[in-house]
């Protein structure tokens, strides 16, 4: 079995990240789409004098949306200064 180079290395350890991070992200999501039900639906049945489910409702959102642009679009730079991270310090 030959050994695998530097750049094989490095090429699964940029797959391993973005499955982790899709996974990541896809946990937070749909933890996200039920506690925004549960919300929404206890402003609609017990609380419904004032709409205030919109407000975590939104500030979930932001944090979904900060872990898919941080967490998912950004994982390869991420990775990569992580790499040269390594680097720099093993040289």
């Known amino acids: ?10 090429r699964a350890e940029v797959t391993a ?6 996974r990541g ?7 996200t789409l039920i506690v925004w039900a549960i919300l929404i639906a206890v402003n ?8 205030w489910s919109i407000f975590p409702v939104v500030g979930m ?3 979904l949306l900060a872990h898919w642009y941080f967490g998912v679009v950004h994982v390869d ?3 990569q200064k992580h790499q040269r991270d390594i680097e720099r310090r093993a040289a």
């Open 1 to 10: 079995m030959p050994t695998p180079t530097l750049e094989a290395y490095k």
């Open 17 to 22: 990240a973005k499955e982790e991070s899709r």
């Open 25 to 31: 992200f896809t946990v937070h999501l749909v933890i």
């Open 44 to 51: 609609v049945f017990v609380a419904s004098e004032f709409p």
């Open 61 to 63: 959102t932001i944090g």
């Open 77 to 79: 730079a991420s990775v």
